[in-house]
């Protein structure tokens, strides 16, 4: 405003100079100084204009400063991050699935279970090793519905986290300040929503290891069962009846 007002200023005495050139002569002395209005004037001019170029100059230089504070703004990063806690809940239901008990998830712990207690009954196996068996792999499949019941109390615990963490990144995404924090906000819901589906993952693992091991106990003791009928029908005396006392006098 101060550059404007003094270029008005300039502009109105140029004009107030060039009305007086014709009423002062050129060869006007004043104690021995020749006083030239026409070049007077034209001197104010080449300010007024030099004045104009430094104005112009200065609006490109704002121009250029208000850019550069713009590309700073878009290259600005996030000042919020939930890696940490989307990490962490991973890790909890990871810890979850890797405390399964007795058949683990692991294909070799898996083939040395059913090769043992799943592919029949030996029929040189003891009835002892038959009653043994039959309830290992009982206590097996009550474990497997524990451990599924352990992830899923696991995954619920990790709703009120998503949920937290979900609010922080719509309202840090809703005051970013420039393109970069925008997208980085974008990317930290979408490994939100991985978070969630690797749960989901984790619990649908769970319930199915849970309903395969009850599946394979319920196949196994009919193969047990098998087993134990044929023993008792090829027993080498045959059945022999006894009378039972049902109570006791």
């Given at each position: 405003m101060k550059l404007l007002s003094?270029r008005?200023t300039?502009?109105a005495?140029?004009?107030i100079?060039?009305?007086?050139?014709?009423a002062?002569?050129?060869?006007?002395q004043f104690?021995?100084?020749v006083?030239?209005p026409?070049?007077?004037?034209q001197?104010?001019l080449t300010?007024?204009?030099?004045?104009?170029?430094?104005?112009?100059?200065?609006q490109?230089?704002q121009?250029?400063?208000?850019?550069?504070?713009?590309?700073?703004?878009?290259?600005?990063?996030?000042?919020f991050?939930?890696?940490a806690q989307?990490?962490s809940q991973?890790?909890?239901?990871?810890?979850?699935?890797?405390q399964a008990?007795?058949i683990?998830y692991?294909v070799q712990s898996i083939?040395q279970?059913?090769?043992?207690?799943?592919?029949?009954?030996?029929?040189?196996?003891?009835d002892?090793?038959?009653?043994?068996d039959?309830?290992?792999r009982?206590?097996?499949?009550v474990a497997?519905f524990?451990?599924a019941l352990?992830?899923?109390?696991?995954?619920?615990?990790n709703i009120?986290?998503?949920?937290t963490?979900?609010?922080?990144l719509?309202?840090?995404?809703?005051?970013?300040?420039g393109?970069l924090?925008?997208a980085?906000?974008g990317?930290?819901?979408?490994?939100?929503?991985s978070?969630?589906l690797s749960?989901?993952t984790?619990?649908l693992?769970?319930q199915?290891r849970?309903?395969?091991?009850d599946?394979?106990?319920?196949?196994?003791a009919?193969?047990?069962?098998?087993?134990?009928?044929?023993?008792?029908?090829?027993?080498?005396?045959?059945?022999?009846?006894?009378?039972?006392?049902m109570?006791h006098n």
């Amino acid at each position: 405003m101060k550059l404007l007002s003094l270029r008005r200023t300039l502009l109105a005495a140029s004009a107030i100079l060039s009305l007086s050139v014709a009423a002062v002569p050129a060869h006007a002395q004043f104690g021995g100084i020749v006083y030239d209005p026409t070049n007077y004037a034209q001197n104010v001019l080449t300010a007024a204009r030099a004045l104009q170029q430094i104005n112009n100059q200065i609006q490109q230089i704002q121009n250029q400063a208000t850019s550069l504070i713009n590309q700073a703004k878009n290259l600005a990063n996030l000042p919020f991050s939930s890696l940490a806690q989307l990490q962490s809940q991973v890790q909890r239901t990871q810890q979850l699935l890797g405390q399964a008990q007795r058949i683990a998830y692991d294909v070799q712990s898996i083939d040395q279970a059913f090769s043992l207690k799943y592919k029949g009954a030996s029929m040189s196996a003891s009835d002892q090793s038959l009653v043994s068996d039959a309830k290992d792999r009982w206590q097996t499949s009550v474990a497997s519905f524990e451990d599924a019941l352990k992830v899923q109390a696991g995954v619920v615990g990790n709703i009120d986290g998503a949920r937290t963490t979900m609010n922080q990144l719509v309202t840090s995404s809703q005051s970013a300040t420039g393109a970069l924090q925008a997208a980085q906000a974008g990317n930290q819901l979408l490994a939100l929503q991985s978070q969630q589906l690797s749960d989901l993952t984790a619990l649908l693992a769970a319930q199915g290891r849970a309903q395969a091991l009850d599946m394979a106990q319920k196949a196994a003791a009919q193969a047990q069962a098998q087993e134990q009928m044929r023993r008792f029908l090829n027993q080498p005396n045959g059945y022999t009846p006894t009378t039972v006392t049902m109570f006791h006098n």
